[in-house]
């Protein structure tokens, strides 16, 4: 299996942006030692700020 990612993908604002918000949350992600072997898992908390930021981010898509 190769990891190489296509060319024509990299110039992808969409793709980017995706790759961009992956590799940020990478590091939250705990695997549960009984699932090691499937890489299920949680994800977790950014703290409040996040939950502050989401909400918020609702809030405005409602009001539009």
């Known amino acids: 299996m190769?990891?190489?990612?296509?060319?024509?993908?990299?110039?992808?604002?969409?793709?980017?942006?995706?790759?961009?918000?992956?590799?940020?949350?990478?590091?939250?992600?705990?695997?549960e030692p009984v699932y090691a072997k499937t890489g299920k898992g949680f994800l977790k908390s950014a703290g409040v700020e996040e939950l502050k930021k989401i909400k918020e981010a609702q809030n405005q898509a409602g009001r539009k």
């Open 2 to 31: 190769s990891t190489a990612i296509d060319p024509k993908l990299l110039n992808d604002p969409l793709f980017r942006e995706l790759m961009a918000e992956g590799l940020a949350m990478q590091d939250r992600f705990a695997a």
